[in-house]
């Protein structure tokens, strides 16, 4: 796999990130760790199922933070 274009010297190992709803409550905390991703950029990636504190029902979620112009060049 070829380098990223770029990288974030200052880029922490996770990122925390709290989902709440309109009033407030929190619903999960989710925790986005430091990726390389199949496409050569680099990122944060998130996966987590979470709970509706009112109803119990449970949602899928996933997330994708990616540094922009890190995904490697055509040479």
């Known amino acids: 796999m070829p380098e990223p274009a770029k990288r974030d010297p200052k880029a922490p190992k996770f990122l925390e990130i709290t989902i709440k709803d309109s009033e407030g409550k929190v619903w999960s905390t989710l925790y986005a760790h430091a990726k390389e991703f199949s496409t050569g950029s680099v990122g944060f990636y998130a996966s987590e199922k979470l709970g509706n504190p009112e109803s119990g029902e449970r949602y899928q ?14 040479n």
């Open 61 to 74: 979620s996933s997330m994708n933070f990616t540094l922009i112009g890190s995904k490697p060049g055509k």
